[in-house]
């Protein structure tokens, strides 16, 4: 027996009014299920409950099965009571600063989640202006493409995550869908919640051949070729780094040793010629690193530390300067104590946020012997707290995102969000002050900010708070130099297009690239 033909409207009516309205049009959805169908009295209508049920479930078969990179990000609804583009067009402004090409790595830019071996997450090619902005989306299913790069044709080498653990993918600039896909070792069972387990399958670098060498769930460091995704090499840290442990992180200093960090504090080298036994710091760790040519750098859950091969070739502590650490880990972070990678500034600074109460710093220290230089309170008293990296955007200053409050995807359901901020801190190192030289409202929950210096744009992803019940997502550019807010570019509504501390990554040809839950959105000016 076919629905009757009232069923068909309604529920058409129904699709109709939760891509233009949003969440509201449930009232009427519950409405229709609870109302008779006939003059029996409360009896539910069975074709609405049928229709729905029919629809849940082919909704969830679709996010399992269906995606492969050729379709677009489905929509979440709203898309009538929520702006598609705010500001204007804006012409660039260029930042002066650069800092040198590591040796051993692929082109700054192009080389790790955070740009370079300073992680200055910056870049010296452009992004948007905002000139006519076209937005496409490519959906993967559950998956999220934690890291991102680019290989020398400019396709992207993504690291990502979905159900079951880490992936790598080739994937088209222009389609953003997969070319080459290689599966990573799973993740093991773990009393983290997915969305807080870094170990393995969160970071990697390309080195200068374009190979990317990333660490894997079972304690492995893996190069792989980035052109086709063959593995050419393994190395098993198991002798040196035990069960209960795992690998966070790894980057390159500037003789060519691959150092890694893991979650219970050690710190090693990869191969070399010395007693393999890593550093025990003892301290829990959750970023990713950096380097300069005099060392690494690495912030633990109590300290910042600076770490170096000795002339026995042996890894040693050159020095550790404790932070404030606060009383434990805040409501937007995935670890206690400072969120952030250490970001090497050309004027010889490494800046990072504390984790004080009841506002966090933005602090700057000497690279030379870890004295701190200064630091400067940013945000609201209880309401402050970061879990991304600083984004250089001068020779001493950075810009700060306030991750304060969101604590999982559910957090900006609804149209809920989070106290948000974005703020600049300029450092003086001789003067040793610290000053804030802007702040912004701008929400961005977890959006990993980066910065153009050829447009002077710094460009975070940004959610709005909404009565109407509708979560609504923008690539955001904000003035570098005044934090005025130039343009937002709406991507998507609903949690598909949630980025979840996934990172803003822009392309050689000047796209911004963002990895949400479900795939990953391109932005880019269709006028030049």
Request: hydrophobic share 40%; glycine share 10%.
């Amino acid at each position: 027996m076919l629905p009757p033909v009232g069923f068909v409207v309604a529920l058409a009516l129904l699709v109709a009014g939760w891509l233009a309205v949003g969440p509201w049009v449930l009232v009427a959805l519950v409405a229709a299920v609870v109302v008779p169908a006939s003059r029996r009295w409360m009896r539910p209508n069975r074709w609405v409950l049928g229709g729905v049920g029919a629809v849940v479930v082919l909704a969830v078969a679709a996010v399992l099965v269906i995606p492969d990179g050729r379709l677009p990000i489905p929509p979440g609804g709203g898309l009538l009571v929520t702006s598609s583009y705010d500001g204007h067009a804006v012409r660039a402004q260029p930042i002066v600063m650069s800092v040198a090409q590591h040796p051993g790595l692929a082109d700054n830019g192009r080389s790790s989640m955070h740009d370079d071996s300073w992680a200055t997450d910056s870049y010296q090619g452009p992004g948007p202006l905002g000139k006519d902005p076209q937005v496409t989306s490519a959906w993967y299913g559950i998956e999220e493409c934690a890291t991102i790069a680019f290989d020398e044709d400019g396709r992207l080498v993504a690291l990502c995550g979905d159900r079951t653990g880490p992936v790598m993918h080739v994937l088209d600039p222009q389609t953003m869908r997969p070319l080459e896909t290689l599966r990573l070792p799973d993740r093991e069972k773990s009393d983290k919640k997915p969305w807080e387990d870094l170990c393995g399958g969160a970071y990697f670098y390309l080195d200068a051949q374009g190979r990317a060498i990333v660490a894997t769930t079972d304690r492995q460091v893996w190069t792989v070729d980035s052109q086709d995704l063959t593995v050419v090499d393994k190395t098993d840290l198991g002798d040196v780094v035990p069960d209960d442990d795992c690998l966070v992180a790894l980057m390159a200093d500037w003789e060519g040793n691959t150092w890694y960090v893991t979650q219970d504090g050690r710190v090693g080298v990869v191969g070399g010629t010395g007693d393999p036994t890593p550093l025990h710091l003892d301290e829990e760790i959750a970023n990713s690193i950096a380097a300069d040519y005099t060392g690494v750098y690495l912030v633990t859950t109590d300290a910042l530390v600076k770490v170096a091969l000795d002339r026995h070739r042996q890894p040693r502590v050159v020095w550790q300067t404790a932070y404030d650490n606060g009383s434990g880990k805040k409501p937007g972070q995935l670890s206690a104590g400072s969120g952030t990678t250490p970001t090497v500034l050309p004027s010889g600074l490494v800046a990072i946020t504390d984790n004080a109460d009841p506002r966090m710093h933005v602090q700057f220290y000497d690279t030379t012997d870890g004295r701190m230089v200064c630091e400067a309170a940013v945000f609201d008293k209880g309401e402050s707290a970061s879990d991304n990296s600083l984004v250089a955007v001068g020779d001493s200053s950075v810009v700060v995102e306030n991750n304060y409050g969101y604590q999982a995807p559910w957090t900006t359901l609804l149209g809920r969000a989070t106290p948000g901020g974005l703020a600049r801190v300029d450092a003086d190192p001789l003067s040793g002050r610290c000053t804030v030289g802007w702040r912004s409202d701008e929400v961005a929950p977890t959006s990993v900010a980066k910065v153009s210096l050829a447009t002077g744009l710094v460009y975070a992803y940004t959610t709005k708070p909404s009565w109407w019940g509708v979560t609504a997502w923008y690539l955001t550019a904000i003035d570098a130099r005044t934090g005025r807010t130039a343009f937002s570019v709406r991507t998507g509504t609903g949690t598909l297009f949630n980025n979840h501390y996934s990172a803003v990554t822009l392309g050689p040809d000047g796209s911004a690239y963002v990895a949400t839950l479900a795939g990953m959105v391109r932005v880019r000016d269709r006028s030049g």
